[in-house]
C-alpha cells in the first residue's frame, strides 16, 4: 500500500504564492515519478509538473514559468511553488506518485487532494 498526503491549500489573492507538499509513505521499493494535478468541478483533471525518478522534471505550458515543481528523495516528498496566482487557478491540486512496491509492482497512487482558492 502506497499513502500521499497532499497539505498547503488555502485561500490567497490574485498575485499571491502558495507552496503544497505532498508526501508518500507505504510500502515504495522505488519511486518512479511524482507529479501534481488540478481538478475544477465538472472538469476532467489536467496535468501540472512531474518529476521521474531520474530528476526529469516536466510542465504543462499552462503553469510553465509560475509553478515549479521540487523534491525531496529522502522523504518521498514534492513539493509545488506556484506563484502569480490567477482566479482560473482555483482547483483541487492533488499528487500522484508512480511507485514500484516492495513485492514487485508497479502502482499508481493519488492523495487526497487540497483545495486551492485564488479570489479576484
Known amino acids: 500500500q502506497v499513502q500521499l498526503v497532499e497539505s498547503g491549500g488555502g485561500l490567497v489573492q490574485s498575485g499571491g504564492s502558495l507552496r503544497l507538499s505532498c508526501v508518500a509513505s507505504g510500502s515504495i521499493e522505488k519511486m518512479n515519478s511524482m507529479g501534481w494535478h488540478r481538478q475544477v468541478l465538472g472538469k476532467k483533471r489536467e496535468f501540472l509538473a512531474a518529476v521521474t525518478g531520474g530528476g526529469t522534471i516536466n510542465y504543462a505550458d499552462s503553469v510553465k514559468g509560475r509553478f515549479t515543481i521540487s523534491r525531496d528523495t529522502v522523504k518521498n516528498a514534492i513539493f509545488l511553488q506556484m506563484k502569480s496566482l490567477k482566479p482560473e487557478d482555483t482547483a483541487v491540486y492533488s499528487c500522484?506518485?508512480?511507485?514500484?512496491?516492495?513485492?514487485?509492482?508497479?502502482?499508481?497512487?493519488w492523495g487526497q487532494g487540497t483545495q486551492v482558492t485564488v479570489s479576484s
Open positions: 500522484n506518485a508512480v511507485v514500484t512496491t516492495t513485492m514487485g509492482r508497479l502502482t499508481s497512487a
